[in-house]
């Protein structure tokens, strides 16, 4: 099993735990001016959904590239959580198993295609996945929503019952 395995659990658990927070939100109330490097919760969480296509298609040598960028924004709650769900699914999936981590793979940059070793691009992926969660938590707050707790998942202690249910969904 890949190591970076529980991070892509652990993904799914951060993002079904943030969109189960918010749904029902309303259009109005998804898309109204937040603060964040993205001004509205919709737009941060259509940049999370926009880069994980772009990365795992370089990841399975299969991406669309950067075509992805001017995918429209969903700006529907529950269409934006199925979209990432399946996301996250395909992301557990290709974690699953042995990984070359030093096997490079082309990343369509603005004019240019580079190769990036599978074991930069996970970390990365995470990262940007991380941080952009964090900056929608903050959206989510702000949008009168307690934030969820979304980092009770890798520890036995105080783990949160949705990160049980993933573990023994794709761990056990």
Known sequence: MSPYFEFA???RYAN???YEAIAGMDQAT???RRPGFFPSLSRTL?????V????LGALKGSGIGRAVYAWPDIENVTALS?????????????CDGDIDL???MAVERPGVRTQERIGALLPHLFQHQIHHRGQAHV???EAGIAPPQLDDFFLEWERAPIAQDCVREFLS
């Open 82 to 94: 199925e979209e990432q769900s399946s996301l996250d699914m395909d992301l557990i999936d290709f």
């Open 102 to 104: 030093d096997r490079c």
């Open 9 to 11: 659990v652990n993904n």
């Open 52 to 55: 994980d296509a772009f990365y």
């Open 139 to 141: 959206q989510v707050g």
């Open 46 to 50: 259509n940049h999370i959904r926009k």
């Open 16 to 18: 079904r735990t943030l």
């Open 30 to 32: 998804f898309t109204a």
